[in-house]
Nanobody
Framework: QLQLVESGGGLVQPGGSLRLSCTYS????????IGWFRQAPGKEREGVSC????????NYTNSVKGRFTMSGNHAEMTFYLQMNSLKPEDAGVFSC?????????????????WGQGTQITVTS
């Protein structure tokens, strides 16, 4: 049974950094891209970043470009989201998800499996 587990969340001051991890187990995901999503209180969940199944393509929402970086690979069964220069508006519950994307050239259009999420709080 596929499980995705996020870790690394917490409380950080504005301008600080955090690194989130998304580790999966149970099913090989070599043909799956991975996405990070954020849901702030009272708002809809939004996509933050994603990587193709091959790892050769990544994409970021405009508000985090230049500050957030995805890394990791299927061999390790772990993906990371390095978040620098954090702002209060970055706060929320961050979840990772896996979506089938066999071509390896883009991010998944849909995601079939989700982690439970980890809370990020950015406040002074």
């Amino acid at each position: 049974q596929l499980q995705l587990v996020e870790s690394g969340g917490g409380l950080v001051q504005p301008g600080g950094s955090l690194r989130l991890s998304c580790t999966y187990s149970g099913v090989p995901l070599d043909y799956y891209g991975i996405g990070w999503f954020r849901q702030a209180p009272g708002k809809e969940r939004e996509g933050v970043s994603c990587v193709s199944s091959s790892g050769g393509y990544t994409n970021y929402t405009n508000s985090v470009k230049g500050r957030f970086t995805m890394s990791g690979n299927h061999a390790e069964m772990t993906f990371y989201l390095q978040m620098n220069s954090l702002k209060p508006e970055d706060a929320g519950v961050f979840s990772c998800a896996a979506g089938y994307e066999v071509a390896g050239r883009g991010c998944p259009h849909e995601y079939q499996a989700w982690g439970q999420g980890t809370q990020i709080t950015v406040t002074s």
